[in-house]
């Protein structure tokens, strides 16, 4: 019975260490390609009412309680929520708004983890040619980073965060696509 409790122990040792010597700090990233022109894009992401029509992380609680406060788009627009624990509470503010090219938010999560993210969503316009039916389309990055604490990094050897947020960020631009090119 000792044998396999130091066995354990060992094990948890190794765990936490291995733990500790991932990055500090996280990043997620996914794009796609939009057959629609930025401008036509952006007011999707720079209002938040807008955005969260087509934010997998809302849609994945239908009871989540949402509140808006300051510019209806733009920096200073904030949204908070509160939802179950898949979703959790928190708030999203708009720090940076460079129609039609770029919205940058500071996202503070309360619950199930407090942590604060920088996500940025960059919109790339691209020429497209003579037989497409717009002149215009647009390759657009979300992305998300931030400091990993500890807990973090242990949950990243345990679930592959990557494919989890990045998942999300997926379906989220496929939502986005069908809006902006409809």
Same mark, same amino acid.
């Given at each position: 019975?000792?044998?396999?409790?130091?066995?354990?122990?060992?094990?948890?040792?190794?765990?936490?260490?291995?733990?500790?010597?991932? $990055?500090?700090? &996280?990043?997620?990233?996914?794009?796609?390609?939009? %057959?629609?022109? *930025?401008?036509?894009?952006?007011?999707?992401? @720079?209002?938040?009412?807008?955005?969260?029509?087509?934010?997998?992380?809302?849609?994945?609680?239908?009871?989540?309680?949402?509140?808006?406060?300051?510019?209806?788009?733009?920096?200073?627009?904030?949204?908070?929520?509160?939802?179950?624990?898949?979703?959790?509470?928190?708030?999203?503010?708009?720090?940076?708004?460079?129609?039609?090219?770029?919205?940058?938010?500071?996202?503070?999560?309360?619950? $199930?983890?407090? &942590?604060?993210?920088?996500?940025?969503?960059?919109? %790339?316009?691209? *020429?497209?040619?003579?037989?497409?039916?717009? @002149?215009?389309?647009?390759?657009?990055?979300?992305?998300?980073?931030?400091?990993?604490?500890?807990?973090?990094?242990?949950?990243?050897?345990?679930?592959?965060?990557?494919?989890?947020?990045?998942?999300?960020?997926?379906?989220?631009?496929?939502?986005?696509?069908?809006?902006?090119?409809?």
């Amino acid at each position: 019975m000792f044998i396999v409790i130091a066995i354990a122990f060992a094990a948890l040792v190794a765990l936490l260490l291995y733990a500790a010597t991932k $990055p500090d700090t &996280c990043q997620f990233a996914r794009s796609i390609h939009i %057959a629609a022109p *930025p401008e036509r894009i952006f007011p999707l992401i @720079d209002d938040l009412r807008a955005m969260n029509a087509w934010n997998p992380f809302v849609k994945a609680d239908p009871n989540i309680r949402l509140a808006y406060s300051g510019p209806a788009s733009g920096v200073g627009a904030v949204n908070t929520f509160e939802g179950s624990g898949k979703v959790g509470a928190g708030e999203a503010e708009i720090i940076e708004s460079v129609a039609p090219a770029k919205v940058v938010m500071a996202l503070r999560m309360d619950r $199930p983890m407090k &942590c604060r993210n920088r996500v940025e969503f960059t919109l %790339a316009p691209r *020429p497209n040619g003579a037989d497409v039916s717009t @002149d215009v389309s647009t390759d657009v990055t979300w992305a998300m980073s931030g400091a990993q604490p500890f807990f973090g990094k242990l949950m990243s050897i345990l679930i592959n965060t990557d494919k989890m947020v990045g998942g999300a960020f997926e379906a989220g631009l496929a939502e986005l696509k069908a809006r902006a090119e409809a």
